[in-house]
């Protein structure tokens, strides 16, 4: 089974404008400055995208299952990141902060690209979930120092250029290619 049976990209992209306009109303609220909140949700949005652009046959069941996966695997990420602030706490700011969100940001590609490998597609290798999650990483990193440079208010679309950069890769790079 290919990626490209497997999911509708433009229902999906459509799905993910709608989870950004969601997440940037969201994020007025104080409730989403709680950073488990924040996971949880910026974890199960991007996860009901993709669950909702499926084109084969799933239970709603296991739709639900996926998305709440997604939701504790995000927020098991967050918990990566508070022990990489303290394991390298040797480090200044200005090269921890860095460090830590690339660190978070290639384990929760890697951890979720390999649920959407069990859950909808074992045709994705573990070799594409690594390569997707360095791109994510290293997507993420420059949107945080985009952040720095143009004193950017918020981290909630760091969420979202992860979002895009992770769906990118699953419809460029791990779909077959056209013979």
């Given at each position: 089974m290919s990626l490209t049976v497997v999911f509708?990209?433009?229902?999906?992209?459509?799905?993910?404008?709608?989870?950004?306009?969601?997440?940037?109303?969201?994020?007025?609220?104080?409730?989403?400055d709680n950073a488990l909140f924040a996971s949880a949700v910026n974890g199960a949005l991007h996860a009901v995208?993709?669950?909702?652009?499926?084109?084969?046959?799933?239970?709603a069941s296991r739709r639900l299952l996926f998305v709440a996966i997604a939701a504790a695997l995000s927020i098991m990420t967050l918990y990566v990141g508070i022990i990489a602030l303290v394991a390298l706490s040797i480090l200044?700011?200005?090269?921890?902060?860095?460090a830590v969100i690339g660190i978070g940001a290639m384990t929760g590609a890697i951890t979720y690209?390999?649920?959407?490998r069990i859950f909808w597609n074992r045709a994705i290798r573990p070799r594409g979930i690594l390569g997707l999650a360095t791109l994510c990483a290293l997507a993420t990193v420059g949107g945080y120092f985009l952040k720095l440079?143009?004193?950017?208010?918020?981290?909630?679309?760091?969420?979202?250029?992860?979002?895009?950069?992770?769906?990118?890769?699953?419809?460029l790079l791990l779909a077959p290619k056209s013979r």
């Amino acid at each position: 089974m290919s990626l490209t049976v497997v999911f509708d990209y433009r229902r999906h992209f459509l799905f993910l404008a709608v989870a950004v306009a969601f997440l940037a109303g969201l994020s007025q609220f104080a409730i989403y400055d709680n950073a488990l909140f924040a996971s949880a949700v910026n974890g199960a949005l991007h996860a009901v995208a993709l669950a909702a652009s499926l084109r084969i046959a799933a239970t709603a069941s296991r739709r639900l299952l996926f998305v709440a996966i997604a939701a504790a695997l995000s927020i098991m990420t967050l918990y990566v990141g508070i022990i990489a602030l303290v394991a390298l706490s040797i480090l200044p700011n200005s090269q921890r902060l860095p460090a830590v969100i690339g660190i978070g940001a290639m384990t929760g590609a890697i951890t979720y690209g390999s649920l959407v490998r069990i859950f909808w597609n074992r045709a994705i290798r573990p070799r594409g979930i690594l390569g997707l999650a360095t791109l994510c990483a290293l997507a993420t990193v420059g949107g945080y120092f985009l952040k720095l440079k143009f004193n950017w208010p918020g981290m909630w679309w760091l969420a979202v250029i992860w979002w895009i950069t992770f769906s990118l890769c699953l419809r460029l790079l791990l779909a077959p290619k056209s013979r």
